[in-house]
Each structure stands twice: as structure tokens, then as C-alpha cells.
């Protein structure tokens, strides 16, 4: 039953049966066959695993309902879902930007800073509370900034202190490591013995990938933290910034708790801003402190093509009708192609950026001055670096990238329902169970 001229499971268990006269001696093994809804079960349960308890957000205000945490939490389990690789990309962000605190932390001699701590920071971890009644979150930038011109002293807390504060459960982290693995040898044993695998698993493949990436970026930060570690000072906001304007924290001179939707995008189209107090009482889930650079840009750029590559593999599938086969090969395409076309713009962006390519020109003509044009361009990163993000984004890069989202959120949508429509007619060996026996030592 290896072919596409096999009968259905449903005639071969009933032919088989008749084959008997009621009565059966002797041992009996289980049927070698799966029904529809053990693929959707098995596949909805991967996503539902992966997608809720490898989510780790960031830490909410203090007023905030379980009813609003737990609408955030399914939104944001609903993006895991649609769009993983963005949610990748906050993860990916978010590990530079800890990596990048801990550089400072360490170069001011706090050796006992970690990406533990980082990480809990930038999460809103740490509150601020001045002597005139102000009390809003520090991100670690804001936190090493107060430290280092004696604001306020170094945290007395200690990475034990922090990882307690979160609710990580080893017991389902287990279990989504073992559902995670069996999804994964599936497909490898259904490949192998030329079974054929749903484009719903194949969904669930490319889920579980970006699911296990972005737990690989977050592995230090903390899951479900409730309340904040508060510093509380004697000095007075107006002592601390003087007479500075501010958008979103008092301390947005030293860093914006930005770019991201709420705080950018939602201004541009003329949306209210969501939450609308000021200074703000939680960092959003969607800021994105930090563009990877370096290998781990690569990798990130890696990592999101093999995602939209594995909706490639169901090129040859055997869909219900032409017409299903067709969009879905255009619809893969499109999520490889926008994708691979993100990162050559966002490199070649990123190059200009931190001048890879003048380094590049000065290798070849004029080794002597790369020194110098190293150090104007760290000095010229750093100002970037704070720069107002009430001009972000510009017109041509909400455009730009507002065709780009549409394209792949139809592409993505589309592929997700046909997940569920090839259902009603699919391939027999879809129905056959993997024989594991073949691959395990027996007499």
C-alpha cells in the first residue's frame, strides 16, 4: 500500500475482517492504520504545545485582568501560529540586545551581570519608583545608565532570585520536548518508508522548527514573570533628566522603549495608541530593541528560509485537485521568495548601515585608514542608536513593507486552510501508521 493505486484503509479492514468467521485465535497486533482524526489531533496538539509553552512575554503592568493577559497571550500564540518567523525575529532581537547589555554591565565592572538578568530586565523586570511618585519600567540600557551616574544602586538581586520569579514548567517543557521529537521522527519515518505526510504536518514541521529556534533564543528569559523587582530612589525624576521631554518614559533619552506597532506604527495610521498612559506601565511584547547582527544574522536569515523552504518540500504533494497543487506551489513560492527578498534588501541595508561596504573599499585601496573609520563608525552607531523614534516608520518603509506583509499573510493564510481542506480527500498511504519495527533490533 505504498502507491496511489492502493485502496482505501476503511475497504481493507472491512475485506480483512470477512475474511474471518467471527471468531479469532491467537495474538492480535494493532492496525497499521491512522484515522483523520488522530492527524488533526496529533498536529493541533504539536501546534497548541509548542506555541503555549515556549512563549515567553514580557512582564505586564500591575493593574492588568488574567482576562487581558490571557487575550495577549492567545494573540500572540495566534502570530506563533500564522507568522513564526516573526516572532523568531523579536526572539533573535531580543538575545542582542541582552547580549549587548551584559557587554555593558561587564565593561563597567558589574561581572555579575548575566543574560539572565539582561533578559529579565529588558522584559520590564526592574521598576523604577522616584521620590515624587513616578513609577515606571526600566529596560536594561535605562537600568546600566542610572547605575553607572550613581542614580541608583546596582540591583541587590541575583540570577537565583530572578529565575525563581518564573513560571517555566519543567514537567511541560518535558512534554513538549517529547511531542516535539516524535513530530520530527514521524515525518523522517513516513519519508523514508514513501508514506505520505499531510500538508497539515507539514504546517506542524515548520512551526515546530521556528518553535524550537525561538526557545533557543530565549532559553535565558524568564516565562510568565507577574510582578516586577521594584528600585525605589529618594531623588526625584526632575533631579534625574531635568528638564528633557519624554514620549514613553522619562529616561527616553537614554533609550525609547521602541521601535514596535503599538508605540510606531499605530501613530502613523492615525490609530490610538494602546496602553495610552504615560510614562507607560509594561515594555510591549512588540518592540524590537535590536537588529541581529553579525553570525547571528545569518542565522536568524537561515533559520527563516528553511521555515518557508519546508512548505517548498510539498511541491510534488498529492492534493485533491490540480488547482489546489498550483496555488500551493505559488503560495510556497511567494513565502520563499518575500522572505529571501527581505533579507538581500535588509542586508544590503544593514551593510550601508554599518559601513561594510566602505570597509570593504578601504581593504582593497587603503588598509591604513580602516582604524580610523572603525572608530567613526562605532561613534556614529551610537548615535543612531538614539535616535527619535517618533520618525519611524517612514513612509516608503510602511509601504514597503505593508505589500510584502499582504503577500505573505495571504500566501500563509491560504496554505493553512488548505492544511485542513486536503483532508477530504487524501492519498491511502497518508492513512498508514509508520512500522517502527523496521528501524528497532528484533528476532
Known sequence: MTNNSASPPEIIVSETLEAFDGRIKGWVGQPDFRGTWDIIWTSLATIFICTFTLLCLNVPAKQETFLILFRRRVLWMGLAIVAPEIVLTYAAGQWSRAKHSMRDFHAAGYQQWTMRMAFFADMGGFVLETADGLSFPLNAKQLHWLVINHHVPYPQTDVDEVWDKSKQDRFARLITSFQVGYTILHAIGRVAQRLAITTLELNTLGIVFCSLMTAAAWLHKPADVRMPIRIVTTTTIDDIIGSR???????????????????????????????????????????????????????????????????????????????????????????????????????????????????????VTDRSAIPEFERAQERELQEEEKRDLSTLPLAWEFWTIGVVAFLYGVARIYMIVEAFLELRDMEATAYVNVNWSAYLPHI
Open 245 to 363: 521631554p519624554w514620549r514613553t518614559t522619562p529616561l527616553d533619552f537614554v533609550d525609547e522603549n521602541g521601535p514596535g506597532w503599538a508605540l510606531n506604527v499605530q501613530p502613523f495610521m492615525k490609530m490610538p495608541v494602546i496602553p495610552p498612559e504615560r510614562p507607560i506601565q509594561r515594555i510591549p511584547n512588540d518592540r524590537f530593541p535590536m537588529n541581529p547582527y553579525g553570525v547571528q544574522e545569518y542565522l536568524l536569515c537561515l533559520a527563516t528560509l528553511l521555515f518557508t523552504a519546508i512548505h517548498v518540500a510539498g511541491w510534488n504533494f498529492s492534493f485533491p485537485t490540480t488547482t489546489e497543487k498550483i496555488l500551493w506551489r505559488v503560495s510556497s513560492l511567494i513565502l520563499f521568495g518575500v522572505t529571501a527578498v527581505f533579507w538581500v534588501l535588509e542586508t544590503a541595508a544593514s551593510w550601508i548601515r554599518l559601513g561594510r561596504w566602505k570597509w570593504l573599499y578601504l581593504w
